[in-house]
């Protein structure tokens, strides 16, 4: 059974009560996640209370030696927490591992960042009078994270808030239950003190709600959707709760004339389907120059019906299931609109006698009414839209709430400027599906967030900023 971790010891919740974790690929249960509710919560947020007045004493050099213990300890058992990774999303094991090792880097970058939250000294107007800023943790902190990245998602936000020396109280996804025990267990492992982190499973509004409710938790960090994130803001406005907010997104990829089709084209499909399309920066709505389009398409729609969709666990494997029959049925659904609309479609095959599964999927003729252009889709379906005239594609890629991840391929420098500073997203990726880094600011525009993850940025998330002014010297 999968149990909570508060204050030093992971328990069955209060109530006994349970919930399955389930086999995405196979719809087998795997496990029994204990059902933690309100009370829980409130213990594990007492606990953390306690331990900050301790943590946040502790000086960066010590806080920094546990987190990097925490890191050797992912990168140690990196083979068989990518197992569980495996078995809880469905997602190809290669997928898995790169998740595990990036969410050890963060551990270790936050690490060593947490020694440069330099202050600064100001000079003053008056000759009596001196002047300093300080960097100090802002306190308990509540994280609520996805399960499309179940290590990283998690790593992301505990490893700046830990180094900032903040307190933690988490919920993972239940759908990934086993991934967050994994990195639990790993930071207990490298000696992290009772109360530092506890991590709660059970129903995300409650702990939510407990989270906005209660005084001490300073902080809200949540990656999820958009829906969930405006809920999350109108309770901050009733108890000025800070939050950092990782929403949605509807990825732009504008590929100008001049690309090398053959190698983007291929490139294209394969960055698509990462994570079966379940990716927040995934490049969703393909804006192809129509000197280039009838070859793109031509070479996507081959590389596409070769993709082997199966269990991630077998070796050739290029994509696994979604996460559940829910996110199934409505990617589904999206596909079936857009058909009715007049796109065609061109498709691998897929299982179909059990599992979550969805056939990758490429549009044609699309009609940008459909949900497959305007709704962001977390899944494997790659719509492709011709443009001829640069005005008209800069605005039908803006043409959205959401201001997350955009991409842009052309070798004329010029455009590179033109589009990528024309782009209403707050990540611009030029001739690269990876407009994001450890060690660089991830965040967005519009509805598609609040706040920075990683980078200088996500450690300065945990922190507030203090003057201290001197007089009458």
Request: charged share 20%; hydrophobic share 45%.
């Amino acid at each position: 059974m999968i149990l909570n971790y508060i204050n030093g010891e992971f328990i069955q919740a209060q109530s006994g009560k349970t919930e399955k974790l389930v086999n995405p690929a196979t719809e087998e249960v795997i496990d029994e996640i204990t059902w933690g509710n309100i009370n829980d919560c409130k213990v594990a947020i007492d606990a953390a209370n306690t331990a900050f007045k301790t943590w946040s004493k502790t000086n960066v050099y010590q806080r920094s030696t546990i987190l990097k213990k925490a890191a050797d300890i992912i990168r140690t058992n990196v083979n068989d927490y990518a197992k569980d990774t495996v078995m809880e999303s469905g997602k190809p094991m290669a997928e898995a591992k790169g998740e595990w090792m990036v969410a050890a880097n963060l551990f270790e970058w936050f690490a060593e960042e947490a020694k440069r939250a330099y202050g600064r000294t100001i000079p003053a107007i008056r000759n009596d009078k001196r002047m300093m800023t300080i960097w100090q943790p802002m306190g308990v902190v509540g994280v609520i994270t996805a399960w499309n990245f179940p290590a990283y998602n998690p790593a992301r936000a505990w490893a700046a808030a830990l180094a900032a020396g903040c307190t933690l109280v988490t919920k993972g996804s239940e759908f990934t239950a086993s991934s967050t025990n994994c990195l639990v267990k790993a930071l207990a492992e490298a000696g992290l003190p009772a109360g530092v982190l506890n991590n709660i499973n059970g129903d995300a509004a409650i702990i939510g709600d407990e989270f906005l409710s209660n005084p001490v938790v300073k902080k809200i960090s949540f990656t999820g959707s958009t829906r969930v994130g405006k809920i999350l803001m109108d309770g901050a406005s009733k108890t000025n709760t800070k939050l950092s907010l990782e929403l949605g997104g509807n990825a732009p990829v504008i590929i100008n004339h001049d690309v090398n089709v053959e190698a983007l084209a291929v490139s294209s499909v394969t960055a698509k389907l990462r994570n079966a399309g379940q990716v927040c920066v995934a490049p969703q709505r393909f804006f192809v120059h129509a000197f280039v389009y009838d070859q793109f398409v031509a070479i996507a729609s081959d590389a596409i019906k070769n993709i082997k969709v199966g269990y991630g666990w077998e070796k050739d494997t290029n994509m696994g299931p979604l996460i559940n029959q829910r996110q199934q049925q409505q990617v589904l659904e999206i596909i079936n609109h857009a058909k009715h609309a007049g796109a065609k479609a061109a498709a691998a095959n897929a299982p179909s006698d059990k599992g979550w599964f969805v056939p990758p999927t490429l549009l044609t003729n699309v009609d940008e009414t459909t949900e497959a252009v305007n709704k962001e889709i977390f899944g494997p379906v790659m719509p492709i839209i011709k443009w001829e005239h640069k005005n008209d594609v800069i605005e039908w890629a803006n043409n959205t709430p959401y201001g997350l991840a955009s991409y842009v391929w052309t070798n004329n420098i010029n455009d590179a400027f033109l589009f990528s500073e024309s782009l209403e997203f707050g990540m611009v990726g030029i001739n690269e599906w990876a407009p994001h880094a450890t060690e660089a600011p991830f965040g967005g525009w519009k509805q598609s967030g609040i706040g920075h993850e990683s980078g200088s940025e996500g450690l300065f998330e945990y922190m507030e900023k203090k003057l201290i002014s001197w007089g009458g010297l």
